[in-house]
């Protein structure tokens, strides 16, 4: 079979390193061009089992505005991803939240939690 080159521009840090990799019958044989060896873990990892990070919103019930921000609380597989948001569609979370609540814990049983990345009072607090 074919040696297969895949370049990726790796984002683990802000050196940006464009790193190739020569892969032949699905094995990682050469991996060149990170300056780090984080770039190395990085080009493996997203070669074998891509994550990303989701940000999306979920809505909120009594909040003062009508959309939660939320975030994965680490990585997801890529291939989840669309699936999870589609998910988080659904979700319904009530005022008042705090930065960091878990709103959907575990989401689709990938051992991830979807937590909120901002406070959100209800509308129905009083102002002190």
Request: hydrophobic residues 45%; charged residues 25%.
């Amino acid at each position: 079979m074919a040696v297969e080159k895949r370049v990726l521009n790796c984002i683990n840090c802000p050196m940006g390193c464009e790193i190739t990799a020569e892969i032949k019958d699905g094995i990682i044989e050469k991996i060149a061009g990170n300056n780090c060896q984080r770039g190395e873990v990085y080009t493996r990892e997203e070669i074998t089992a891509p994550k990303r990070m989701l940000t999306s919103t979920v809505r909120i019930r009594d909040g003062v505005l009508p959309l939660l921000p939320v975030v994965s609380v680490r990585a997801l597989p890529k291939e989840k991803v669309m699936e999870c948001a589609a998910f988080l569609r659904q979700v319904i979370v009530k005022a008042p939240v705090r930065a960091g609540d878990v709103v959907a814990a575990n989401i689709l049983g990938l051992g991830v939690d979807i937590a909120a990345s901002r406070d959100m009072d209800s509308r129905h607090a009083q102002k002190v």
